[in-house]
Structures are given as C-alpha cells and as structure tokens.
C-alpha cells in the first residue's frame, strides 16, 4: 500500500465517522420532536378513534412527519395513506422509505406543491422522491397546491392530520386538526386520487 493509498483510506474513514455522526444527531432530533408531539398527543387523550377530534396548537418543537411515525407506534402497519404537502425534507422522505421498506406502510399516494421544482435547496428532495417512489411504484405528482393533509387507513380505524405543519422540521407554532372517521378519509382519498391520475 502506497503513501497516497494511506491518506485515501484515512480520509474515507473521517467522511465515514462524520456522516454516522450527522445519522445520530438526526435521529436523537427526530425522537426529541416525536417525544413531543407524543406528549402534545397524550395531554388530548391519544390518537383520536373514529368519530372524534383533536384539535391543538404545536409550541415550534414537533413537525408532522411525527404523527405519521407516532400513528405507525401506535396502532400499526398502515393500509392506505394520501398525503398533500406544500414541502418535504429529506429526513421525512427517508422516514417514509423506511416505513414502505418494513411493510409499515402499505399503499401510500403523494402531493407536493410544483414550487418544490424551481427552489435549488429543494430539487434535491425532488429528485430523490422521483427516484425512489418510481423505483417502488408509489404514485406521486407535484400540483400547484398549498395543502397540509394526509389521511391513513388501518384495518377500521381511520386518522387525517390537518393544518399549517409541513412534512419539515419548523420552530414555528403550528395548529392541527387530528380527525378520527372514515368520512374525511374518503374525502381526502377522492380528491388526491383524481389530482394524482
């Protein structure tokens, strides 16, 4: 092995320790959020069952994406899931990949504001959803929309978050309506589906 074979590996070992690092940093932050929102959740009684509501105002320290992981903890594998976004990190996409890969999310359909297109810090985001929603057969569509909704299916048990939260970590105060019932699922479903055609 070479001088310069050295300095390679040496330096493929530093870019390795500093990404694990960021990946551990990213996801005490994302328990962090989620503990909150849980707490936020717990304080109004739980998820919603069919029929009820929940309506709150977030303190800056949750994002929406929680929910989707808190629903998964809670009451399992998801059968159907439609969601509208105006944005999406990269984290909550990944979060969402993960969930499909395990089988805990198992038909989803997606929405995304078509500014995502034209910003240069998100065509990133766009590409990866392009890449590995078509690589899984997700249907996915990016439509002028400023629409913060997702709807879930499990087994009979039916949930849609809506509000002012993007799927994107925010410091700012957020309100959510948490909404128990198969009717706003429907609803939700029907419209996205016909813009996701």
């Given at each position: ?88 990190s990269r984290e909550n996409v ?100 016909e813009l996701n055609k």
């Amino acid at each position: 092995m070479g001088l310069f074979d050295e300095i390679e590996e040496v330096s493929n070992v530093k870019i390795k320790a500093r990404a694990e690092k960021r990946e551990i940093k990213q996801s005490l932050k994302f328990s962090m959020r989620n503990d909150n929102l849980r707490n936020i959740i717990n304080a109004c009684g739980g998820l919603p069952e069919n029929n009820e509501l929940i309506e709150f105002v977030s303190d800056g320290t949750s994002d929406t994406g929680g929910f989707f992981s808190i629903i998964i903890e809670e009451l399992g594998a998801i059968d159907e899931m439609y969601l509208s976004t105006w944005t999406i990190s990269r984290e909550n996409v990944l979060r969402i990949l993960k969930e499909i890969d395990k089988g805990n999310l198992k038909h989803f359909e997606f929405l995304i504001n078509s500014g995502l297109l034209k910003t240069n810090s998100t065509k990133s985001i766009w590409g990866l959803i392009c890449n590995e929603f078509s690589k899984r057969g997700i249907k996915y569509k990016a439509v002028n929309s400023h629409a913060k909704i997702f709807s879930v299916r499990i087994k009979n048990r039916y949930i849609t978050v809506s509000g002012s939260g993007n799927w994107s970590e925010n410091p700012r105060i957020e309100n959510y309506f948490i909404i128990g019932g198969k009717e706003a699922f429907d609803f939700n479903k029907n419209w996205m589906q016909e813009l996701n055609k």
